[in-house]
Structure formats: structure tokens, C-alpha cells
DNA sequence: AAAAACGTAGCA
DNA sequence: TGCTACGTTTTT
């Protein structure tokens, strides 16, 4: 099992921050990744930890299911945490998961409806109520919010998100965190930590070096290829998996002069200087101040740096995690931020609104799975909505081409099938956390628990099938 | 064969 | 414009 988190380490890591710290405590399970990354207090480095959590946003998911505890529990602390946290897996559910709803939310705040509510109903239960239920954002965020397991927000930024969350909770204290995350979770902040202060400074005078220092091993090159043609090798010469991790870390610390002291200023988000502005980062997530980037950042990652805005991706791309701007200072002004740092919830493609809890809009499509497997008593409308999905699909896209060579044709691409929403794994709200949907950003893909069972199948079969 | 990574369709 | 997640390709 390690091996597959490590895998799901974006490889683009491998040259730059070590895989996630496995090592893991217990076995880490899925989550941990990240979780066991914070090693205890103790550890060398929280920040470490921070950092490569941060990196690790990229390439973990976690956190959805959530678990997090109860709200009230949750002492002021959790406000930021939670909604990381939380947000992440929140979404899992369809209803109101991104997917298939989202609307206003997606405008309004960043914060996708999920996690607002989450945040909102967690963070400020006092002050705010809810807003986007005012709004109609979908109620049943707010259970999950931590508590249930419900909760899991599907989104990446969500599991991004969550993600630290659970770093954070990953600490000392609470290895157990997956889903406890909640309890402890606090978010991972290293820098309140004792420790962080430290750092922090550390990481100022680091980052007077980062900037310095342009490069940083190797790790920001990586292309895609590269990603992918070496996964092990590259981590390895970059940072040795688990095992050495561990030992790493501690030796780390050591060097921390030079290098270390590099990395962690990518993570940390104290900025010492006057960050880039970054579209949308968000310094709540860490209840930290901000996150600034840094322009450099020495070997900062490519994913490193974007991380306060947005994420890049080793290929450059940014995986955007929208922050909102932060202000940073007034804890009313961070919730509000954190509320809009986690934007979230897209449409999914797939989509079928409806549904499950959700929120029906007017406009949504409806639902009508009618898979053939299970076969759902309900159908309104005649055809289901794959299928109607599936006619305009066809339409738009003229088979021909598809069957062609596609040569030219390759754009061919055919058109996403909906889910079925009916489904078991439509039905499911949480991801589970542990699947590699779920820990790897870079999946792109839904947690395997949610996957829609009909998507399973190859599209000709399917297809097959459906007109048999 | 399964998993991971990638590209991008579809949606607000 | 950004997000989720499908479909495909690549890697394991
Ligand atoms: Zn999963
Ligand atoms: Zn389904």
C-alpha cells in the first residue's frame, strides 16, 4: 500500500519534496499519507510536514469523509481547520455536492456551498447561521459538515483542503486522525505551533536565501514525462520513500540550514515578504497569514509556490484553490475568508442535480437513472437522463468521426456519460478517503466508492447493453 | 489488470 | 473562468 500512496504522490514531486512522509505511524492508511506525514510534534518538522502537505495538495486528496467530529466540539480552533477539512470530503454528496448543484454558491463566495455551510455551521456557528441555506445552499452540507460521515466534500479543493486539515490533525496528538481529523483537527497550523514560530523565522531567513538560492535539487523540472517515467527513481534520488523519509526528516532538520530551511519557507506561509499576489489564495486555510508566495522560493516546486494561490502542477499547470484574499488578521475576517477559500463546488459534469438531497433546481437536469442495473422505480421522464445525454451527445458528435481514423479526428473525443445518480455509487455521499481518487489530485477521477456503476462499464458495452 | 496521470468535456 | 469528473493513455 505504500507504494500506491507514494504513487499517488504527484511525480512531479519526486524530484522536489519527498514523497509524502509515509513512514506513517501505524500504516498509514489512505489517508495518512499526509496525515502521517506531520509526525508528531516531535517530529523535525512540522513544518516539513506543512510543506509537504502543501505539496502533497496536489497530490493527495484526503479528507473527505470527514469526519469530523462534532461542531461543537470544536473550539474556536476548529474554525479554520474544520472547514479545510471538511470541505474537502464534504462535498461527496452529489446532492448537494458540486455536481450536481452548485449554483449560487459557486458565484457568491468561492466557497462552494458545501463548504461554506460547513465552515459556517462549524466555524461561526454563533455568527453565522447559514448562509448559504439562506440562499439555498444545500442544507445537507451542513450535516456533514464534520459530523457525519456524510460529509465528505467531493471537490478537489475540498480534498486539497481537507488535506491539510487532516495534517494537521495527522500531528502528535491525533495520528489516528483520518476521520477523527475533525476532533483534533484542528488544522494543521504549524506555524501557531510552538514549533512553527521557528520555523517561521527560519523560514524568513530562509527565504532570504530561497531567494537567493534559485534552485533547488532538481525537483521543479520534472515534465510530465519525466513525472511519469520516473516515478521510484526519481523520488528516490529526490527523496527516498517511507523508509528514508523518515530518517530523512530527521536528518533534515539537521541540514535544515540550507536546504531545509528551503522547503520549509516554500510551505510555510509566513511570508517574510510581500507575496505576489496571489489571485486566490487564501491565507485562511492555515489560519495563517498568509501564505504568500514567494517569487522564488528556492527549489520551491513548482507545486510549492503555487500552493498559495492556486496549485501548480508540476506541469505548470495551477491547480487553483481559491483562496479568497485574505486578509489575514481579524478571525472574522478569516472565517469570511475561509468561507470563500473553498469555493468548490463546480458543476460536475455528471451531474444529475437532482437528486439526492439535493437541490432541485428548476433547471437541473433530472435525474432518472434508470441504469439497467438497478432499475430504479422511478423514472419521470421517458428517457434516462444518460440517455438523453448520450442522443445529444451523438448528435453533436457525429459517429463517424469516432469510428474514423482519427487521424484528423482525434479530437473525436466523445462525449462524458452522465451519472446515473440512482446507483450505489451515485447514492454515496462520502468518498472514502482512501481509494486513489480520493488521495490523488491527480486522479481527476471520482472516489471509487462514488463511481457511478454504469460509468464503469466501457462506453460500447454500456451502450450495448442499454439498447439490448 | 489495476492504478495513476492526463486531457478536457460539461456546467455554472 | 473554474470546478468536477469522464475517458483515455501511460505506468505499475
Ligand atoms: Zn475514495
Ligand atoms: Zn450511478
Redo the contacts with the bound molecule.
Keep these: 500500500m505504500n507504494?500506491?500512496n507514494r504513487?499517488?504522490?504527484?511525480?512531479?514531486y519526486s524530484s522536489g519534496p519527498p514523497p509524502p512522509l509515509n513512514h506513517t505511524f501505524g500504516g498509514s492508511t489512505a489517508v495518512d499519507t499526509w496525515m502521517t506525514t506531520a509526525p508528531s510534534a516531535g517530529q523535525p518538522l512540522p513544518s516539513y510536514g506543512t510543506l509537504q502537505n502543501h505539496n502533497e495538495f496536489d497530490?493527495l486528496r484526503q479528507g473527505y469523509h470527514s469526519g469530523i467530529p462534532s461542531p461543537g466540539s470544536n473550539g474556536p480552533q476548529n474554525f479554520i481547520h474544520h472547514s479545510f477539512i471538511q470541505q474537502p470530503y464534504l462535498?461527496n454528496k452529489?446532492g448537494s455536492?458540486?455536481?450536481y448543484n452548485?449554483?449560487h454558491f459557486?458565484?457568491n463566495l468561492?466557497s462552494?456551498p458545501i463548504y461554506a455551510n460547513n465552515y459556517v455551521s462549524k466555524v461561526d456557528i454563533s455568527s453565522k447561521p447559514n448562509i448559504n441555506n439562506s440562499d439555498g445552499g444545500t442544507d445537507t452540507h451542513m450535516e456533514d459538515v464534520c459530523g457525519n460521515d456524510g460529509n465528505t466534500a467531493?471537490?478537489?479543493?475540498?480534498r486539497l483542503l481537507d488535506k491539510n486539515s487532516d495534517n494537521s490533525s495527522a500531528q502528535p496528538g491525533s495520528p489516528s486522525s483520518q476521520d477523527g481529523s475533525c476532533s483534533n483537527g484542528v488544522g494543521y497550523r504549524p506555524w501557531e505551533q510552538p514549533g512553527a514560530e521557528g520555523q517561521q523565522l527560519a523560514q524568513d531567513q530562509a527565504n532570504a536565501q530561497s531567494l537567493t538560492h534559485p534552485t533547488r535539487p532538481s525537483s521543479a523540472q520534472s515534465d510530465?514525462?519525466q513525472?511519469?517515467?520516473?516515478?521510484?527513481t526519481a523520488r528516490r534520488t529526490g527523496r527516498s520513500p517511507s523508509a528514508q523519509q523518515f530518517g530523512e526528516s530527521q536528518h533534515q532538520i539537521e541540514r535544515i540550514s540550507n536546504q531545509t530551511t528551503e522547503k520549509y519557507q516554500t510551505l510555510t506561509p509566513v511570508p517574510p515578504i510581500p507575496p505576489i499576489s496571489a489571485?486566490?489564495y487564501n491565507p485562511n486555510i492555515y489560519g495563517q497569514p498568509p501564505p504568500v508566495l514567494y517569487p522564488n522560493t528556492l527549489g520551491a516546486s513548482p507545486y510549492m509556490q503555487s500552493f498559495s494561490g492556486?496549485f501548480s502542477?508540476?506541469?505548470g499547470?495551477q491547480?487553483?484553490?481559491?483562496i479568497a484574499e485574505p486578509d489575514s488578521s481579524t478571525p472574522d475576517i478569516r472565517i469570511a475568508a475561509i468561507e470563500n477559500s473553498f469555493?468548490?463546488?463546480?458543476?460536475?459534469?455528471?451531474?444529475s442535480?437532482q437528486a439526492i438531497g439535493g437541490i432541485p433546481q428548476p433547471?437541473?437536469?433530472p435525474p432518472h437513472p434508470q441504469t439497467a442495473q438497478q432499475v430504479v422505480a422511478v423514472h419521470h421522464a421517458p428517457q434516462t437522463v444518460n440517455e438523453q445525454?448520450e442522443a445529444s451527445?451523438q448528435v453533436?458528435v457525429p459517429q463517424n468521426i469516432s469510428q474514423q481514423t482519427p487521424a484528423e479526428g482525434e479530437?473525436v473525443?466523445?462525449?462524458?456519460?452522465?451519472?446515473c445518480g440512482e446507483c450505489p455509487g451515485c447514492l454515496k455521499k462520502d468518498n472514502c478517503g482512501e481509494?486513489?481518487?480520493c488521495?490523488?489530485i491527480?486522479?481527476?477521477?471520482?472516489c471509487k466508492m462514488r463511481?457511478?456503476d454504469q460509468?464503469k462499464t466501457?462506453?460500447e458495452k454500456s451502450r450495448e447493453v442499454c439498447l439490448n
Design positions: 507504494d500506491s504513487q499517488s504522490l504527484p511525480t512531479s497530490g462535498n452529489y455536492a458540486p455536481d452548485q449554483s459557486s458565484s468561492y462552494s467531493e471537490g478537489l479543493t475540498a510530465k514525462q513525472q511519469r517515467t520516473t516515478p521510484d489571485p486566490g492556486g502542477t508540476p506541469d499547470k491547480l487553483k484553490m481559491r469555493q468548490v463546488p463546480s458543476v460536475s459534469s455528471t451531474t442535480r433547471s437541473a437536469t445525454w451527445n453533436s479530437k473525443t466523445k462525449k462524458k456519460r452522465k451519472r481509494c486513489g481518487p488521495k490523488s491527480r486522479s481527476h477521477q471520482i463511481k457511478c460509468l466501457k462506453k
